[in-house]
């Protein structure tokens, strides 16, 4: 079991470094932070990826006010343009939301629901989008969303395995084994995650 446990280390991997670069929220390319209100391009248009959603209780979305709150991302996310002012996700037709436990319920309410209340339609299913919701533990702010174009050539965060996860073990006779009489088991990995396309996704506050 610990064996096991060693390489599903090697492969969270991925998951560990994208949310390390969420939660610290570092520079994009442009030298901005990654999310942030005033990111521009070539063409002078600005892309704001940032997102509030107001609250009855604060922090704490009904399952209608998460709808809200995800449509307007993903109408932010389609909105924004490229460095020739065109559409940059004219096309975007798939989209993921990830969000911290405390919000899981709330979100998947919002997007399987059929009904948001009594008598209200779920407007997200009538978008005919598909979204799929992710709950990510990693995460560490409990009013803090994350929607993601999932359907581009580019996305939000970038990844690239240089050596793919392996395991090797030192076992009964080798050198190892023979001056301590043990064995050992170690995974290896070497990648690296970074960050992509700003304009791929939007961070969705809840307040």
């Known amino acids: ?3 096991n446990e060693l390489a599903a280390r090697a492969a969270q991997l991925p998951q560990r470094i994208i949310s390390d670069l ?3 929220n570092g520079n994009a390319y442009d030298g901005l932070a990654f999310y942030a209100t005033n990111h521009v391009t070539e063409s002078g248009a600005t892309v704001n990826n940032t997102v509030t959603q107001g609250c009855t209780a604060p922090g704490v979305p009904t399952v209608a006010e998460a709808a809200s709150g995800i449509l307007t991302a993903i109408t932010r996310i389609m909105s924004f343009v490229d460095d020739s002012g ?3 996700n004219e096309f975007a037709r798939r ?3 990830m969000v911290p436990a405390a919000l899981y319920g709330a979100v998947v309410g919002a997007i399987r629901n059929d009904f948001l209340t009594s008598g209200s339609s779920n407007q997200l299913m009538a978008t005919g ?4 919701p992710y709950i990510n533990s990693r995460l560490t702010t409990a009013t ?3 929607v993601f174009r999932t359907d581009a050539d580019v996305r939000a965060f970038v990844w690239q395995d240089e050596v793919a996860p392996m395991m090797s073990t030192l076992e009964e006779g080798s050198d190892f084994h023979t001056l301590n009489d043990a064995r050992m088991f170690f995974a290896k990995r070497i990648c690296n995650g970074g960050y992509g396309r700003f304009d791929q996704t939007v961070r969705l506050t809840f307040n």
């Open 129 to 132: 989008m598909e979204i799929v």
């Open 22 to 24: 969420l939660i610290a």
């Open 144 to 146: 803090v969303a994350y």
């Open 86 to 88: 065109e559409p940059r």
């Open 1 to 3: 079991m610990r064996v």
């Open 95 to 97: 989209f993921a939301v």
